[in-house]
């Protein structure tokens, strides 16, 4: 018997982003770079096409939301670990940038003391060791990306060497993020207590609550958000990131194949907390406000809710969930705030029913229907 030997063509790699993509995404940063400021700065309040201060404010916000629907969509839709626990993250990078813009006051608080205000009024006489750091805008930008890095990197070294999976692990990602809440809750642990910190007046020595500066940091969360896209398009379509797939499929058989799950799984466990501790540093001075509140389960069930309403293992599905949720958060906060959680309830559940691919899965339904 003649064996015949036949060689194996794998598929060639096709462009980071189709031609329609590239197109959409250079509206994308159009719209972020130049019209938004146009319509903000140029463009006379009295006219119908202004853009508000208050716009620019939310759609920032919106913006770093969906930072972390990305983050999400890297660990949960690509890799098939749900956690519930990224609002930790998201708050540690908050509060790194919250201690700097609070350093920041100088003696300009209430008591005209070179200590944070709430210091002053519980009798703190010099600043904690973890402190020692905040004065200075570039170790703050280290620190935004170490911390997060550093305590995802931690939790998830014994947490995926203990081989804990599924339900377990969302719990024990939830079980965290509640005692690090309690914790900062703590006036002694010198993070502000209940009321966080807020009242930040500059960032590198220049007016926080000017249009410009708000447009500023508008920008330069819009492009955060555009170059985490195409990180998150390049990483998934590399050997690392059809690994994770095949992780999120048949974990298995990956281990089979000869690989090991548990590089593969905390590498992008701590990828995706940095991407969340970036989106809290740029949330807070756009808000003007970092509180124990955005560690809480509910927070990080939110950030869940919105890669699964925009549909999970599409990257832009998830910024689409973020901006559908938490636009429709806005307006039914203010229209209905007493039916808000029921309708937050309610999409979650129609979602998981009847939109299990999400919208961005609806709408390429619906394409292939025409299609054919």
């Known amino acids: 018997m003649t064996l015949s030997t036949h060689s194996i063509t794998l598929p060639a790699k096709g462009p980071l982003l189709t031609g329609a993509g590239w197109s959409t995404f250079l509206v994308a940063l159009l719209v972020v770079c130049a019209l938004a400021p146009a319509l903000n700065l140029l463009v006379p309040e009295t006219s119908v096409f202004h853009m508000s201060t208050y716009a620019v404010a939310l759609l ?24 519930l626990g990224h609002g930790l993250f998201f708050a540690l990078g908050g509060y790194a940038m919250g201690m700097y813009l609070m350093r920041q006051i100088g003696r300009d608080g209430n008591y005209k003391s070179d200590l944070p205000d709430f210091m002053v009024f519980l ?78 007046k500059r960032i590198l020595d220049m007016p926080i609550a000017t249009p410009n500066m708000r447009m500023l940091l508008f920008v330069i969360t819009g492009l955060t958000l555009l170059g985490f896209f195409l990180f998150g398009k390049w990483l998934v379509r590399s050997k690392f990131g059809r690994v994770l797939q095949a992780i999120r499929d048949a974990e298995t ?39 124990p509140s955005e560690m809480s389960p ?4 939110e950030m869940a809710i919105w890669a699964a309403v925009g549909g999970r293992a599409t990257l832009v ?56």
């Open 60 to 83: 920032g916000k919106i913006m770093c939301y969906a930072i972390v629907a990305l983050a999400m969509d890297l660990i949960w839709g690509y890799t098939g670990i749900l956690s």
């Open 123 to 200: 009798d703190w006489k010099e600043l904690p060791w973890h402190w020692t750091f905040s004065d200075s805008f570039v170790a703050t930008l280290f620190l935004i990306v170490l911390v997060p890095g550093v305590v995802a990197f931690v939790f998830g070294y014994f947490a995926f060497r203990s081989r804990i999976k599924g339900v377990y692990f969302s719990i024990i990602t939830q079980a965290m993020t509640f005692a690090a809440m309690l914790l900062f809750f703590r006036n002694e642990t010198g993070f502000g207590g209940n009321n966080g910190f807020t009242d930040f």
């Open 253 to 291: 058989r990956v281990m089979f194949s000869g690989y090991n799950p548990i590089g593969y799984k905390l590498t992008i466990w701590t990828i995706s907390a940095v991407m969340c501790g970036i989106a809290g540093a740029l949330y807070v001075p756009q808000v003007g406000i970092i509180n």
């Open 298 to 301: 509910a927070n990080s069930i």
């Open 317 to 372: 599905g998830p910024i689409v969930g973020a901006f559908i949720v938490n636009g429709a958060k806005s307006w039914l906060t203010v229209a209905y705030p007493e039916y808000w959680l029921y309708f937050l309830g309610l999409l979650f559940i129609a979602v998981t029913l009847f939109l299990p691919n999400g919208v961005v899965g609806l709408v390429k339904k619906l394409r292939k229907g025409d299609a054919k």
